[in-house]
């Protein structure tokens, strides 16, 4: 298993051990509270648990290497998975939306209590969220694997309810201000939203074989560029696969060399842009340059 795979898993376990501890401190303060805001981040929570879940068992299977079934290995089931969450995400965000509304048109405003209590309790789940939101981050940012990123966003939209909850709790003690509690649990549901419309794109980008980012592009082209021995190169074709990309370059070679000579040039350009970009497996096509 490489260094990525065992990041991710890690993250992964990490985010299901927070979820559990967060679903008991929000189900608390929910029965002490009743307060919606509360109950929009304890959703968010609950599925947080089933998406992490979902996530380590993707981890799990895109760790295993190529079978004779699978020549370019399972990576794919995490882009699967990601859009899978999205549209959870989708869904969760209309169900708070959906609560709000029907809050807002109660006859009688809600009656919070033990606010204080329930302030304590949000503010000891924002704690916990924050630092695995860090800790996910920084292994998105190592791995680039999409789960990990959908997960972290998920996680990241749970601190403003949680944030909102707080003001909501407040507000309803010392101002009577009963509605924020709903605005709270809309705002929140925007912010689902918009980010489960770009994990999704992500997601089906990936699984429609779109290119690689352009950035990663212009430096496997800017090492072949500049590489001993290489006259010229040309069709540098990319496609992402999970956290994985697999690309394919035509390099053009002096027809004279040996053959050794021109399988060391290509494995010394490969192993280059691999240094450059682990995620990147490449294959190199050795052409013969034309003669003008």
């Known amino acids: 298993m490489t260094e990525h795979h065992q990041l991710n898993l890690r993250a992964a376990k990490a985010s299901v051990f927070a ?7 929000k ?4 029965v002490k509270t009743d307060a919606l805001s509360i109950a929009a981040s304890l959703v968010d929570s609950g599925l947080d648990l089933m998406m992490s879940l979902g996530a380590i068992t993707a981890i799990f299977y895109a760790a295993r290497p190529p079978d004779e079934d699978h020549a370019f290995g399972h990576t794919s089931v995490e882009d699967l998975t990601a859009l899978f969450q999205a549209l959870i995400l989708i869904l969760s965000a209309i169900g708070l939306i959906s609560g709000a509304v029907l809050r807002f048109q109660a006859e009688e405003p809600p009656q919070l209590a033990a606010e204080g209590w329930g302030v304590l309790a949000m503010v000891l789940s924002m704690a916990i ?6 800790w996910q981050g920084y292994v998105a940012g190592r791995t680039g694997n999409r789960v990990i990123a959908a997960d972290r966003l998920h996680y990241m939209a749970d601190l403003l309810p949680a944030a909102g909850s707080i003001l909501a709790l407040l507000a309803s003690k010392y101002f009577g201000i009963w509605q924020l509690d709903a605005i709270v649990a809309v705002i929140a549901a925007l912010v689902l939203l918009k980010g489960a419309a770009g994990i999704g794109r992500g997601a089906w980008d990936a699984l429609m074989d779109r290119r690689a980012d352009p950035e990663i592009i212009a430096g496997i082209s800017a090492i072949a560029d500049t ?3 290489v006259i010229s190169w040309h069709d540098l074709k990319t496609r992402t696969s999970g956290s994985q990309i697999f690309a394919q370059l035509h390099i053009e070679l002096d027809g004279n060399l040996p053959l050794h000579e021109a ?6 350009l490969r192993r280059a842009i691999r240094e450059s970009y682990p995620q990147v497996d490449l294959i190199i096509h050795k052409d013969v340059a034309r003669r003008d």
Do not use: E, F, R, S
Not at 129 to 134: D, E, I, K, N, R
């Open 129 to 134: 969220t924050m630092a695995l939101v860090w």
């Open 227 to 229: 590489w001993p021995g």
């Open 19 to 25: 979820a559990m501890a967060l679903i008991v401190i």
């Open 263 to 268: 399988h060391d040039i290509g494995a010394g």
């Open 27 to 30: 189900i608390a303060a929910l």
